[in-house]
């Protein structure tokens, strides 16, 4: 993955992580409807569209942010 790539994900996971009006809920409900869509895609054979893919990696990054700043003392 090229540095710009990792760069854009750590700033758009960072701004999901911290946005207040994002619940826990919500991002892991639009995490599972990504990983159906894939699952369905993959089923038919088809091709995986790299958005959904890029998007799988912000999702994942935003919950592992999310839990290492519940992990950090006060």
Not at 18 to 32: K, N, Q, T, Y
């Amino acid at each position: 993955m090229s540095a710009r790539i990792s760069r854009e994900l750590d700033i758009v996971s960072r701004n999901l992580a911290f946005d207040p009006e994002i619940s826990d809920a919500d991002l892991h409900r639009v995490m599972g409807e990504v990983e159906r869509q894939m699952m369905q895609i993959q089923a038919a054979s088809a091709p995986i569209p790299f958005e959904l893919v890029r998007w799988r990696a912000i999702l994942a990054r935003t919950a592992l942010q999310r839990h290492r700043s519940l992990q950090r003392p006060r």
